[in-house]
């Protein structure tokens, strides 16, 4: 199992930029495919990326689709969300959260599902207002 915990989150302006980390401890963190995703007050928790184990294969919600990117460094344990021109609909609460193997599975459904997931950070907020 893996323990995660999330930083880099905070206030900033629309059109702002903002890198989110993901640190791992625990297991070999390579063996574990990595998502972010993210709760805004009332509503439910989307799914914005994963990441493969590898770090090779990668799938970005269409809502954030040319704004965020996902990556990782596997000697550090780490991944991280890029967030560019940020908008004050990606207000939220951000959660990393990992599953064991690396390779993603075909079904998006089963990429996009929080139930997926037994391992979550405990979240960091992002809010973007002027």
């Known amino acids: 199992q893996v323990q995660l915990v999330e930083s880099g989150g905070g206030t900033v302006q629309p059109g702002d930029s903002l890198r989110l980390s993901c640190a791992a401890s625990g297991d070999t963190f390579s063996n574990y495919r990595t998502t972010w995703f993210r709760q805004a007050p009332g509503k439910d928790r989307e799914f914005v990326a994963i990441?493969?184990?590898?770090?090779?294969?990668?799938f970005i919600a269409d809502s954030v689709k040319g704004r965020f990117t996902v990556s990782r460094d596997n000697a550090k344990n780490s991944v991280y969300l890029k967030m560019n021109s940020l908008k004050p609909e990606d207000t939220a609460v951000y959660y990393c959260?990992?599953?064991?193997?690396?390779?993603?599975?075909?079904?998006?459904?089963?990429?996009?599902?929080?139930?997926?997931?037994?391992?979550w950070g405990q979240g960091t907020q992002v809010t973007v207002s002027s």
């Open positions: 959260a990992s599953v064991s193997g690396g390779v993603l599975p075909p079904s998006s459904r089963s990429r996009m599902n929080p139930n997926s997931y037994p391992y």
């Open positions: 990441i493969s184990g590898s770090g090779a294969s990668i």
